[in-house]
């Protein structure tokens, strides 16, 4: 997409909502540095215009479910830079239906266990239903959960954001 490795979606209408969606490349730890100040630098230009409808609302950070486990750098590094700076932070476990039940578990709890304040935001994705491989069926889910989540209490997140900003 970009020059700077950011992709604009077309915004979509949710809800009387219209979202802009923007993805990023994949991130591993030795590029941890570079994604973080591309998203810091890409949320200072849009939150310097002053029009809140430009600003980022939400950050939502991809976690494979079936890799069942969080890196450090991650956690401190990446999770919580963005929510010091105010973002609303909703983690995505994707591919839920590769994992079993214990390793999406597991990881739910490694993840309330280091993040402050996520508890809540912790959202199990699978993109298709499909038959695997071996036979395991995968259904379509978290859709809706991440809509909720996206478009919900604006108010008291405008005013988080506000209050890191000032």
């Not at 976690?63 to 919580?80: H, L, N, Q, T």
């Not at 830079?81 to 039940?101: D, F, P």
Request: charged share 30%; with cysteine.
């Amino acid at each position: 997409g970009s020059q700077n490795l950011l992709y604009e979606y077309a915004p979509i209408s949710i809800d009387k909502n219209e979202l802009t969606i923007f993805d990023s490349w994949g991130m591993e730890a030795d590029k941890a540095t570079e994604w973080v100040n591309l998203i810091t630098e890409e949320t200072k230009k849009r939150e310097a215009s002053g029009d809140v409808e430009d600003w980022f609302h939400a950050v939502i950070y991809c976690i494979s479910a079936a890799g069942a486990r969080i890196e450090d750098f991650e956690v401190y590094y990446v999770i919580k830079t963005l929510q010091e700076a105010g973002h609303n932070v909703i983690i995505a476990l994707t591919k839920t239906g590769r994992a079993s039940e214990e390793e999406r578990k597991n990881l739910h709890l490694a993840i309330k266990e280091k993040v402050l304040h996520i508890d809540g935001n912790i959202i199990n994705i699978e993109s298709l239903s499909e038959t695997l491989r071996d036979g395991k069926k995968t259904h379509a889910a978290g859709r809706d959960e991440i809509i909720r989540k996206l478009t919900g209490n604006l108010e008291n997140k405008l005013r988080n954001k506000f209050a890191a900003q000032y």
